[in-house]
């Protein structure tokens, strides 16, 4: 079954530490280990794009992880005008390598345009086993299937 949480952030500086520590948390919560650093500079540079060029003053943006089996989907929503390009390092410019880098270490990169806005994503691939249960480390406690009534 295919996971997925969002959140919306402010158009402000601190909400890009913040959509990174909702990024790696929720990486924590589904029981990924592997590529958290991969996604923390991706969702770095999609939530720093999006407060720099994408929110217009007073919006807000969204961070949306997905996992389905062995792949992990994040996607950065904002209402703002205009596409992201990604252009090649240059060794005279000071900034502009972030969404670069961000596609370099992702295997999947996309924009979906909008009437109003666009979606930017990244794809990450994991380890395809569903995460289990934490009371199967518990002596004493069975783990709860999912389909397996509760009531």
């Known amino acids: 079954m295919p996971l997925s949480r969002q959140r919306l952030f402010s158009r402000a500086r601190r909400s890009v ?3 990174r520590d909702f990024a790696v948390g929720t990486l924590t919560l589904w029981e990924i280990e592997e590529r958290v650093d ?9 939530a720093a794009n999006a407060v720099a ?3 217009p003053a007073g919006r807000q943006f ?3 992880l997905a996992r389905d089996g062995d792949l992990v989907r994040l996607e950065v929503r904002d209402s703002g005008g205009g596409l992201p390009l990604v252009h090649p390092p240059s060794g005279d410019l000071c900034s502009g390598r972030g969404l670069w880098l961000a596609r370099a270490v992702a295997d999947g990169f996309g924009v979906i345009p909008h009437r109003v806005g666009k979606t930017v994503w990244l794809t990450f691939e994991v380890a395809s086993a569903p995460p289990r249960s934490r009371a199967a480390d ?3 406690v069975a783990p709860v299937s999912a389909d397996v009534p509760l009531a």
């Open 17 to 19: 530490p913040e959509a």
């Open 38 to 46: 991969d996604l923390r500079l991706g969702v770095s540079e999609l």
């Open 53 to 55: 060029h994408g929110v």
């Open 62 to 64: 969204c961070v949306r």
């Open 138 to 140: 518990t002596p004493g």
